[in-house]
């Protein structure tokens, strides 16, 4: 099983410029996160769709978007990027909304914004 | 406010020390508390679950304990080996619906 697979693994971009990081996971869970991991940060979340159909916010939404395209795939665009977008970003997926149910992640896309 | 806070940030060993990594948590009310290892450009995996009524929980190598009076967690590493060098993070969940809290991770840097 492939479990949760992340598109690019490495982007540079300038400023302004827009890109979008794409997540599918294979285990047909119905949560999906995406994380963006920075230096002395930890973890945080951007957005989260509960189930297909549905996305919310989470702790940094500002200057990305998400759409749910259907259960097994989970975008993330970035309209205009800025450096202070440059971060590692992760999606990760698990069955349900429950904190017992592991997360699964990515291998994560290393994104730099000059 | 509900917060994860670890200890030590990071920490070198030699192989085949035995070491230990703190977690408290302020998280309430509590619901479970997960250790993730992640080595260096790879996603966080989860090592083991702690649930409130459990206090002990070994995998392998790796022994998890958990005081939900004092909140606090650890991660007990034995017999360390180049394999165990990753950040380590301690996850907290808070009642359903809530969100998970994340630690800053403790790295750890196992030398031969």
């Known amino acids: 099983n492939a479990g949760v697979t992340q598109t690019p693994k490495f982007q540079v971009l300038k400023t302004g410029q827009s890109m979008t990081l794409q997540c599918a996971q294979d285990?047909?869970?119905?949560?999906m996160y995406w994380y963006r991991q920075d230096p002395g940060m930890g973890l945080r979340l951007i957005y989260y769709s509960a189930s297909e159909g549905t996305t919310d916010k989470g702790e940094v939404p500002n200057g990305y978007n998400v759409s749910r395209l259907n259960k097994r795939e989970f975008s993330l665009r970035l309209e205009s990027a800025a450096p202070s977008q440059t971060s590692v970003y992760f999606c990760?997926?698990?069955?349900?909304?429950?904190?017992?149910?592991?997360?699964?992640f990515g291998a994560g896309s290393r994104l730099t914004v000059l | 406010k509900n917060q994860v806070e670890q200890s030590p940030q990071s920490l070198i060993i030699l192989e085949g020390k035995n070491c230990t990594l703190q977690?408290?948590?302020?998280?309430?009310?509590?619901?479970?508390l997960r250790w993730y290892k992640q080595d260096t450009g790879r996603g966080p995996v989860s090592l083991t679950i702690?649930?409130?009524?459990?206090n002990t929980k070994s995998n392998g190598r790796y022994t998890a304990t958990l005081d939900a009076d004092t909140k606090q967690s650890s991660l007990h590493i034995t017999a360390s080996q180049l394999s165990d060098s990753a950040s380590y993070i301690c996850v907290v969940s808070g009642q359903a619906g809530t969100a998970l809290i994340f630690g800053k991770g403790t790295t750890l840097s196992v030398s031969s």
């Open positions: 702690m649930t409130f009524s459990e």
């Open positions: 990760a997926s698990r069955s349900g909304g429950s904190g017992a149910n592991v997360l699964t």
């Open positions: 977690c408290n948590y302020t998280v309430s009310p509590f619901s479970n």
């Open positions: 285990m047909n869970h119905n949560s």
